[in-house]
């Protein structure tokens, strides 16, 4: 998503002002869904901060017009550090290209191009045609991973997945009858609450609901999503769902995903739509089972960048089988569990061999509370 043609040179003030850009555009990691997160620094012509700004909501004005907001004619022959190319398309808002074409900047330096194909390049394109020295490609590793459910939304028609795990040091995520709460501690689950946050969803399954009657919501005060929780999913694909249960019954934004079949049991049942409550078919298997890749298609369409699959072994592994984690998290409680407790995923089929296996590498390890979260990524299986 870099420019084409001759690759820039930036300069370590460059760096500097871009790296602001990116901590500002963090600032609005959950609350921006479906929208990108964007930072913008300006700079007057001789190079002093004249202002700052980031999306803070969807529907609110860009960080662009924000930071042009504060900074007032002094910007005119400056520059822009701009977390993504400035968009060239009426959405909720106005195209921000043409708000920095008229205020007159002499530069702008863009961290990675917009994935939607109706901005696709040509937000710098036509900062070019308006005279204006345009480059892209500075920290878009950085950009990139800020976004990553946008541009997964954007290029591959599905939100970026995650999948959530609480284990024991033996791998095992709850005893054989159930219980789970708690394996992992306090402050691993408040580190959760930060993934929920950042997702457009949260992804469980009925047994999970059945057994704990979670509510599948950000509840840690510090936390500023300015309002904004995640849409819970359920697979139900039998309709066990029970009509008290909290992600039924408590008004916020519920998706049920279910078989034919299974809907027509919910409404035997006394489930029906109401509210923000939305119960929906999907194409299921030969063995009943839900199809988690038509779930993510319809998701995208739904605007959702990334999900969050909270679920039991079942539901994870099937996720796993076909490919779809683009991300393990896994917090490690330092406790044993035994053979007869629940695994961490239960795949649809066993493997025949080692090379049919998934494969992953490490991407962050770090200690939370008592425990230990390891973040791992899709990695090639050698040879």
């Excluded at 990108?36 to 860009?62: I, M, N, Q, T, Y």
Aim: with cysteine; net charge positive; glycine share 10%.
């Amino acid at each position: 998503m870099t420019d084409p043609g001759k690759t820039p040179v930036f300069s370590a003030i460059d760096y500097t002002h871009m790296a602001r850009a990116l901590q500002l555009a963090e600032r609005g990691l959950y609350s921006t869904p479906p929208n990108p997160s964007v930072g913008c620094v300006l700079l007057d012509a001789a190079g002093k901060v004249v202002g700052e700004g980031w999306h803070r909501r969807a529907g609110e004005p860009h960080a662009e017009v924000l930071a042009l907001r504060e900074s007032g004619d002094k910007a005119r022959g400056g520059t822009a550090y701009v977390t993504l190319e400035p968009c060239s398309h009426h959405g909720r808002t106005p195209p921000c290209v043409d708000t920095v074409i008229a205020a007159g900047l002499r530069r702008v330096v863009v961290a990675m191009g917009d994935p939607n194909p109706r901005v696709a390049g040509e937000g710098l394109r036509r900062l070019r045609a308006a005279g204006i020295e345009a480059s892209a490609g500075l920290l878009e590793r950085q950009a990139l991973e800020l976004n990553r459910g946008f541009v997964s939304r954007m290029t591959r028609a599905r939100p970026w997945v995650t999948i959530k795990l609480g284990t024991s040091l033996d791998g095992r995520t709850a005893l054989a009858d159930g219980s789970s709460k708690w394996i992992t501690g306090p402050a691993a689950r408040a580190d959760v609450q930060r993934l929920r946050a950042r997702a457009s969803a949260v992804l469980t399954g009925i047994g999970t609901v059945l057994a704990d009657d979670p509510a599948l919501t950000i509840r840690e005060p510090g936390i500023e999503t300015h309002g904004r929780q995640p849409l819970r999913v359920v697979f139900d694909a039998r309709g066990q769902l029970e009509p008290a249960a909290r992600v039924a019954s408590d008004g916020r934004p519920t998706l049920l995903m279910t078989s034919q079949a299974g809907a027509a049991h919910l409404q035997a049942r006394g489930v029906h739509t109401e509210g923000a409550f939305v119960i929906e078919s999907l194409p299921v298997d030969a063995h009943g089972r839900l199809d988690p890749v038509a779930a993510l298609r319809r998701l995208a369409e739904r605007e959702c960048n990334e999900v969050l699959v909270e679920a039991g072994p079942r539901l994870a592994g099937s996720f796993l089988a076909a490919g779809l984690a683009d991300e393990l998290v896994i917090y490690v409680a330092p406790t044993v569990l035994g053979a007869t407790a629940k695994p961490a995923f239960e795949l649809p089929q066993p493997l025949r061999s080692l090379a049919e296996r998934r494969a992953y590498s490490f991407h962050d390890m770090r200690r939370i509370g008592d425990d230990v979260r390891l973040t791992l990524r899709p990695a090639e299986v050698a040879s």
